[in-house]
């Protein structure tokens, strides 16, 4: 997640930017796209005003036209809920859906570059709170209406969705988007209602190898678990969190989930395997280690019901048709 500005030890002089903010700006107009041409103003329901994960007030005139993503998540609720034709530049980690690949870039989501981001126009900017402060404070300067979000739970992330779809004017989508993955995650419930919290399985979730840090209560990774009919080992502690070895081995979980890292789908379990005192676990002995796509269940967007249906088929593949991947 870290990227290179052009500049890392900050902003460029100040006249410069001031030529390049009078070139540029923020929310200039443009001519319009073709996939815009024709298309019938949508001005009802505007101006729209939210308040963000900040605590701050944005509002935003007209239906938004140019929409800068500035986080890997924004993107994809950008794109579910519809407004993907009016992203005009990502981040760099930005990877789906394939369509952003030919979008212009800002710079990674710990160092964006606000000279990248001006140059874009926009005339909405979405963020997450992670982004850098004096990038959502310097373009807010700039005139630009920045809206950040901080999902933490699956709650969190149906109300995100709900929040950005309507101030991209795409609120009915962004309603039958949440609708969807309510309807999926009450499918796989239906599908273990008749097991009892006693009998389900316990997994520990490595957020990383060593040292361990992991999910507890109050996480969408914890909320992922649960949904998926496990019961988090961490679930006692709070957050994002360490984990030491001793305590996982006390805890030694009937499962441990990993995830793909950077598009290699070993490299987290090649890490624990390392690791005599992690072989000595039960789940690894009986080779109950489930590896998910790591965008999924670390991005806190509309794909963490694909990591919830994947966690609950190699869980309970008996009653689930398609197969996950579990490695043995």
């Excluded at 994960?53 to 609720?77: F, K, N, Y």
């Excluded at 609708?179 to 957020?207: C, G, H, Q, Y």
Aim: glycine share 8%; net charge neutral.
């Amino acid at each position: 997640m870290i990227g290179a500005s052009a500049n890392p030890r900050g902003l460029r002089p100040l006249w410069l930017l001031g030529l390049l903010i009078f070139a540029v700006g923020c929310g200039g107009h443009s001519a319009p796209r073709s996939q815009d041409r024709g298309r019938a103003p949508a001005g009802s329901g505007f101006p729209v005003t939210l308040t963000d994960a900040q605590g701050i007030a944005v509002t935003v005139p007209r239906r938004p036209e140019r929409i800068l993503s500035s986080s890997p998540v924004v993107t994809e609720i950008l794109f579910a809920v519809g407004a993907g034709d009016r992203v005009v530049a990502v981040s760099d980690q930005c990877n789906y859906p394939p369509e952003v690949k030919k979008l212009p870039r800002i710079g990674g989501f710990f160092s964006p570059s606000i000279e990248r981001a001006l140059a874009a126009k926009p005339d909405l900017v979405v963020a997450s709170r992670g982004n850098p402060p004096d990038f959502l404070a310097s373009m807010r300067a700039y005139g630009c209406p920045v809206f950040a979000i901080d999902p933490k739970t699956l709650d969190d992330i149906y109300d995100v969705i709900l929040q950005v779809s309507r101030l991209v004017g795409e609120e009915e989508n962004g309603k039958r988007l949440v609708e969807n993955m309510k309807a999926r995650l009450a499918a796989v419930a239906a599908k273990l209602s008749d097991v009892p919290e006693s009998r389900r399985p316990t997994a520990f979730i490595f957020l990383q190898v060593d040292p361990i840090w992991t999910a507890g209560a109050g996480t969408f990774q914890d909320d992922v678990i649960r949904a998926a009919g496990a019961r988090n080992a961490a679930g006692r502690l709070h957050g994002f969190t360490s984990f030491g070895g001793e305590s996982l081995m006390a805890a030694d979980p009937d499962y441990l989930i990993l995830s793909t890292m950077e598009g290699d789908p070993d490299r987290m379990k090649r890490e624990v395997l390392a690791n005599p005192v992690y072989r000595e676990l039960s789940a690894v002995k009986a080779g109950r280690i489930i590896v998910l796509d790591g965008d999924e269940i670390m991005r806190a967007g509309p794909r963490v019901v694909d990591a919830v249906e994947q966690l609950a088929r190699a869980l309970y593949p008996d009653r689930f048709t398609q197969s996950a991947h579990t490695s043995q």
